[in-house]
C-alpha cells in the first residue's frame, strides 16, 4: 500500500488565509449587500498595477521570445547571470557588503525558499521559531518532519518559540539554550516591528558561537524608513559565516502575481555532518535548484532586472511610499479608535491590540460584520499572537482612508 507523510496530519486544520477566505466567502454568500462594501486589509497582497518599466522590460521580452532568434528555452537554474549581477551589484556592493553574483539564487517567491532551504538541512537540528511568526516557517518544518504533536495552544514539540511581545519590541533576543537554526524576519510579518543593529549583532554573535544557521527573511527591507536600521543581516559582520537571506519583488515590485525572488547563500557558510566535519552549504543549494527547479521564466527576469533601472527604481519608491502613507493611515485610524498600535512604520503592517476581552478571531468576525473590512487575527502567527490582529496597508489611498474612517465607528 502506499503510505502518506503523516507528518501532514500534525498540521493544524487550515492554514491561517484559506481559513480567512472561508470565513469571508461564508459571510458574504450570506450578505450580499455588504459584500460589495468589502475592504480586503488581511493577506499582504498588493494592490497597485506593475510599475511602468516593468511593463515595458515584459513586453519586450515577450517579443523576444516571438522570434526565432532570440527565443529562450531553458535557462540556468540559478537565474540569467545579468540578473544575478543588477541583484548583488545593487542591493549589496553599491551598499558596501560582500555578495557575489553566483551567491544569489533567483527563485519564484521567498515563501518557497523559506520551506525548500529544509531540503539542504538536517532532520535533527532544534529551531528556534518566534511567537507570532509567520506560519510558513513552522508549517514547513511540519511537513519536514522536524516537529512533534501541536499541543492544545497549538504550538508544536520540539520547536523553541521566542516570545515576541511589547516588552521586546517584538523582537526575541538570543535564548540561553542552544538552538541549530533560527527564524529571522526583519521588517517583521506580522508585528511590522524592525530589528535594531545591535538586536542583529547579538543574534550573530550567537549563531557564530553556536555554529548555528540564521534564516534570515528580509522580504519587507524596502520599507525601512528609519536611519540605522540594517536592511540586510550581512551588515553585520561576520553574518556571511552564519546566514542566508531571502529577498523577493513581491511587495517593493509588486511581483506577488509575476512571482519572482532570490535568496544569498554564502560560499564561506557552512554546517556540519554527523561526524562534525564543516560542509558549505552553497554547493547543496546548487544541487537542489538544478535538481528540482527549472528556473524563473526568462520573460519575468527581464521584468525584474527593469527594477534596478534608474526610471524602474524611481517607480518602486514611489510605490512603497503609496503604501507607507497608508499604513500611517491606518494607524493614525486605529489610534483615535481607542486602539493600542504597534508597526507601520518600517513596514506595510499594523499590529493592532484586542480590546480587552476580546480575542483575536472574535476582533475578526467583528470587523468583518460591523466594518465589512477584512482583517488578519493575531492568533493565526502563533499563540503570543493572540490578542492582536494585523492590518495591511497594501490597498488603494481610498480604501485606506475608508477603512480608518470605518474602525472609528466601531461599537466594542
Not at 513581491?250 to 564543516?278: D, I, M
Not at 473590512?373 to 490597498?395: D, L, M, Q
Amino acid at each position: 500500500m502506499a503510505l502518506l507523510n503523516d507528518n501532514y496530519l500534525k498540521l493544524k486544520a487550515g492554514y491561517l488565509f484559506p481559513e480567512i477566505g472561508r470565513r469571508v466567502k461564508a459571510f458574504c454568500d450570506a450578505h450580499p449587500d455588504a459584500a460589495k462594501r468589502l475592504i480586503r486589509c488581511g493577506i499582504g497582497d498588493v494592490t497597485e498595477p506593475l510599475p511602468p518599466a516593468v511593463v515595458t522590460a515584459m513586453h519586450r521580452a515577450v517579443d523576444e521570445m516571438g522570434a526565432r532568434e532570440s527565443f529562450k528555452g531553458y535557462g540556468p537554474e540559478q537565474g540569467y547571470d545579468w540578473l544575478r549581477h543588477a541583484i548583488a551589484q545593487n542591493d549589496f556592493r553599491d551598499k558596501g557588503l560582500e555578495v557575489a553574483d553566483d551567491e544569489i539564487f533567483v527563485s519564484d517567491g521567498s515563501k518557497c525558499d523559506c520551506g525548500n532551504i529544509l531540503d539542504i538541512l538536517g532532520d535533527k537540528n532544534k529551531i528556534a521559531i518566534s511567537d507570532p511568526v509567520y506560519p510558513v516557517y513552522v508549517d514547513t518544518n511540519v511537513m519536514a518532519g522536524h516537529t512533534g504533536e501541536a499541543n492544545e495552544a497549538g504550538a508544536y514539540g520540539r520547536l523553541v518559540y521566542l516570545p515576541c511581545k511589547p516588552a521586546n519590541g517584538f523582537i526575541p533576543a538570543p535564548p540561553k539554550k542552544h538552538v541549530d537554526v533560527i527564524y529571522l524576519c526583519s521588517p517583521n510579518n506580522p508585528t511590522g516591528a524592525a530589528a535594531t543593529r545591535e538586536q542583529l549583532e547579538a543574534w550573530v554573535t550567537y549563531a557564530r558561537e553556536h555554529k548555528s544557521v540564521i534564516l534570515f527573511d528580509a522580504a519587507y527591507e524596502a520599507y525601512i524608513t528609519e536611519p540605522g536600521i540594517p536592511h540586510s543581516i550581512y551588515e553585520i559582520p561576520g553574518a556571511r559565516d552564519c546566514a542566508i537571506e531571502f529577498r523577493s519583488f513581491s511587495k517593493n515590485g509588486g511581483f506577488t502575481g509575476t512571482r519572482c525572488a532570490f535568496t544569498v547563500v554564502p560560499k564561506t557558510l557552512n554546517a556540519y555532518t554527523k561526524s562534525g566535519e564543516a560542509r558549505p552549504l552553497h554547493p547543496l543549494w546548487n544541487r537542489r535548484m538544478t535538481t528540482k527547479f527549472n528556473g524563473v521564466s526568462y520573460v519575468v527576469q527581464r521584468a525584474a532586472e527593469a527594477l534596478y533601472s534608474p526610471e524602474g527604481k524611481q517607480q518602486v519608491a514611489a510605490l512603497i511610499q503609496l503604501y507607507l502613507d497608508n499604513a500611517a493611515v491606518l494607524r493614525k485610524g486605529a489610534k483615535r479608535a481607542g486602539l493600542k498600535v504597534f508597526g507601520g512604520v518600517n513596514a506595510p503592517y499594523i499590529w493592532v491590540r484586542t480590546p480587552k476581552g476580546i480575542t483575536s478571531w472574535q476582533a475578526f468576525d467583528k470587523i468583518l460584520a460591523d466594518a465589512n473590512v477584512v482583517i488578519t487575527p493575531g492568533s493565526g502567527f502563533g499563540s503570543k499572537g493572540e490578542g492582536f490582529f494585523r492590518i495591511s496597508a497594501f490597498n488603494s489611498r481610498e480604501n485606506a482612508a475608508e477603512v480608518a474612517a470605518r474602525l472609528q465607528e466601531l461599537k466594542w
